[in-house]
């Protein structure tokens, strides 16, 4: 048997809840407006950023945006005034990727092979933390390198955003090129300090080819003292040992030994004497 008390009271509440649904109604019906939804306050777009270059293509139902840089880099007096300063490393471009680092610039990473380390000078940039890799790439291996570029190409909300440097072209992935860089031998990351003037494609013959069309001193060095050769550029940084005279050692090592303008002469293989040595005062 059902219970009567229990049914009014129920009965009760289901009436007090449509009551209460009706009068929402009514309320929303007389005043014409739908109930207010809280929105998130999104920020605004900064003029000249990469999100408004692309909200602009978007508008414009442009599918690519390209905004070419300018970017101030170090420069040399010539071939010793770099010497002096960089590291100079025979590398092949293997692969690269590029960052947003900011709302306002692009950077691309690109990794080298490095096939030759001819010098190697201590890092003025690459020190205490600096160039430290973007999160999601390895770290290098002993023979790698990974050098970082101003500029580069992303993708965002549909639009290929492209920082364009005109002087100073992407590497080019498969060839061979001389650096001079700024390297930290220890973490294997490098800055084109140098920016374009720096960089020297090379050839199969081992010729080196500037990126950079304006003539600069490092560039009119290379040629000048050099022939643009890598061979002589290393020569002159790491002289060859000089061969083996052929001589009797022991006859030479005699010759020096007995002094008092005494001394060996290689192309003779013989004890030879020069009174200037002794007496420098009977020579002009």
Not at 13 to 24: D, E, N, T, Y
Not at 62 to 88: K, N, Q, W
Not at 134 to 161: F, M, Q
Request: with cysteine; net charge negative; aromatic share 8%.
């Amino acid at each position: 048997m059902f219970d009567r008390r229990s049914l009014r009271i129920t009965a009760v509440a289901v009436l007090v809840v449509a009551l209460v649904a009706l009068v929402g109604t009514l309320i929303n019906r007389r005043s014409g407006q739908p109930s207010p939804i809280a929105h998130a306050q999104q920020p605004p777009v900064e003029p000249g950023s990469i999100d408004d270059l692309v909200q602009r293509a978007n508008a414009n139902g442009d599918h690519s945006a390209t905004l070419p840089i300018e970017i101030m880099h170090e420069d040399v007096d010539g071939f010793d005034d770099a010497r002096t300063h960089y590291s100079i490393v025979v590398a092949d471009a293997v692969s690269k990727q590029s960052f947003a680092i900011s709302a306002y610039s692009i950077e691309t990473w690109f990794k080298f092979t490095v096939t030759e380390t001819i010098l190697s000078t201590g890092p003025h940039i690459c020190v205490t933390g600096a160039c430290s890799l973007p999160a999601g790439l390895p770290a290098a291996g002993s023979n790698e390198l990974w050098l970082s570029k101003a500029g580069g190409t992303i993708e965002r909300n549909g639009v290929t955003v492209n920082f364009e440097w005109n002087e100073f072209p992407d590497f080019n992935i498969g060839q061979r090129y001389v650096l001079f860089i700024d390297m930290n031998q220890s973490t294997r990351v490098g800055a084109n300090a140098l920016g374009p003037v720096g960089v020297f494609m090379l050839d199969n013959n081992g010729i080196m080819a500037a990126v950079l069309g304006e003539d600069t001193n490092l560039k009119s060095d290379i040629s000048s003292r050099f022939g643009n050769s890598l061979s002589q550029l290393r020569n002159a940084i790491n002289p060859p040992p000089p061969p083996p005279s052929g001589c009797d050692p022991a006859a030479e090592q005699a010759c020096n030994a007995r002094g008092g303008g005494y001394y060996w002469d290689d192309s003779t293989c013989q004890c030879a004497f020069d009174v200037c040595i002794p007496k420098p005062w009977l020579c002009p």
